[in-house]
């Protein structure tokens, strides 16, 4: 099957900073990358998502790089705001299984 | 348009007891899933379906049966519930690799 790593498992940054998040893929086949955000309590919702035919994609603050060669993506908010503060996973689909990463904690400090 | 709704919101089994947690969808999704959620772990898939009468193991699926006799509703059935069963259940479903959508979570404590 697939592997997904994710780093960091926690993060904090400061109102107005960006925050990096990362993940690596272990099977080349992988070709859809979702990342989710899961706020306390709450069921994980899709924030943006990118296919393996392209190299990055942009939603207003949210951005996603995807580096093939390397099977490495990230996630990248700018301008960050408190309510960004959530647990965020990233993905990889390999036929019809989604691998989750761990998550990565974001406190976004006022 | 419910989306994906999942039953009970919580539950409590004393060990060795079975129950199944409902999922339905109303979006004609053909793929649907079970995760668990653990703390440290993220989302782990118990079993998936890519349609009615089509189902497979996902990486965690012992201890768990799964049916799907329509494309509306894929229950998750639990067998003889050890505590090592204790989580948050998420049941999911997309159209194929693409946007998933989640229910609001079963949580689950086995004494």
């Known amino acids: 099957g697939e592997n997904v790593e994710q780093h960091p498992s926690t993060l904090s940054v400061q109102e107005g900073d960006s925050a990096v998040i990362k993940c690596t893929y272990s099977?080349?086949?992988?070709?859809?990358f979702p990342w989710y955000k899961q706020e306390l309590g709450k069921r994980p919702q899709l924030i943006i998502d990118?296919?393996?035919?392209?190299g990055e994609k942009k939603d207003q603050r949210i951005a996603v790089t995807l580096n093939k060669t390397a099977k490495h993506f990230s996630l990248h908010i700018t301008e960050t705001q408190p309510e960004d503060s959530a647990v965020y996973f990233c993905?990889?689909?390999?036929?019809?299984?989604?691998?989750f990463g761990t998550g990565t904690s974001l406190t976004v400090i006022p | 348009n419910a989306g994906v709704t999942q039953t009970p919101k919580f539950q409590v089994l004393k060990t060795g007891q079975s129950m199944t947690l409902q999922c339905a969808q109303d979006?004609?999704?053909?793929?649907m899933s079970w995760y668990r959620q653990d703390p440290g772990m993220g989302l782990r898939l118990i079993h998936y379906?890519?349609?009615?009468?089509?189902?497979d193991q996902g990486e965690v699926p012992n201890g768990y049966n799964v049916s799907r006799s329509t494309t509306e509703d894929f229950p998750l059935r639990l067998l003889s519930a050890a505590p090592s069963q204790t989580s948050v259940y998420f049941c999911a479903s997309s159209p194929y690799q693409d946007e998933q959508f989640f229910g609001p979570g079963t949580r689950l404590t086995v004494l």
């Open positions: 979006m004609n999704h053909e793929y």
């Open positions: 993905a990889a689909t390999l036929g019809n299984q989604f691998y």
């Open positions: 379906s890519v349609g009615a009468g089509i189902t």
């Open positions: 990118i296919r393996s035919n392209v």
């Open positions: 099977d080349s086949a992988s070709n859809y």
